[in-house]
């Protein structure tokens, strides 16, 4: 704002400021602007150990079968554990927001969307992931089921497809194609390959 400017805002008569609409929105605006602008400019100079961190914890797991003692920062999540700490990479990071199921996760022997839990969380629990669910010389039936329907493209979301998909015969939910809509509707193909992928968990479950 230049002193022209400065001087019609700050223009007085009587006492009394006056100023028409146009200034008065243009102040609002650069003031506001710099207002808004002082704690952003502050959080750039800060030191990166002023934004806080987390403390290390030790957590103790079985994965597939395995024990596991893993320490982590208490913000890292289960999926970024698993990936990067124990380097069971088949759990696909998609969107990390928890709204397209490529992470799912068997924990407890419930479907759980492992970025949005934190690692820290499940010390002690028994943990399945993709790479848990085949046994030495064959596939887990509902990865055959996968295989022989059809079920993938690019394959990006089929190890979250897959282990929700066991969850959901699991659980019971696997009685018919509608059920089994409704109960996989967390788990996004990008490909649109549903009604084959609908088909695998019902051949699954029939044999289950």
């Known amino acids: 704002m230049g002193p022209a400017e400065a001087d019609r805002i700050t223009a007085h008569s009587g006492g009394q400021l006056r100023m028409n609409r146009r200034t008065f929105v243009g102040a609002s605006i650069v003031?506001?602007?710099?207002?808004?602008?002082?704690?952003?400019?502050?959080?750039?100079?800060a030191p990166e150990g002023n934004q806080g961190s987390g403390e290390p914890n030790t957590v103790r797991l079985r994965i597939n079968g395995q024990a596991h003692e893993v320490t982590v920062d208490s913000r890292t999540s289960l999926l970024d554990m698993l990936r990067e700490r124990v380097g069971l990479t088949g759990?696909?990071?998609?969107?990390d927001q928890g709204a397209c199921g490529a992470c799912t996760i068997l924990v407890d022997g419930q479907r759980v969307v492992s970025c949005l839990t934190l690692a820290v969380m499940?010390?002690?629990?028994?943990?399945?992931?993709?790479?848990?669910?085949?046994r030495p010389g064959a596939l887990h039936p509902l990865q055959q089921a996968f295989i022989d329907e059809d079920a993938f493209q690019c394959g990006y979301c089929t190890p979250g497809q897959i282990v929700s998909g066991v969850g959901c015969i699991n659980e019971g939910h696997a009685g018919s194609p509608a059920e089994t809509r409704e109960w996989m509707s967390g788990n996004i193909c990008r490909c649109g390959a549903y009604t084959n992928i609908t088909t695998a968990i019902a051949n699954t479950a029939k044999g289950a």
């Open 31 to 45: 003031v506001g602007g710099a207002v808004a602008a002082d704690p952003l400019v502050a959080g750039c100079g």
């Open 122 to 134: 499940h010390d002690g629990a028994e943990i399945t992931t993709i790479e848990g669910l085949a």
């Open 91 to 95: 759990t696909k990071k998609g969107c």
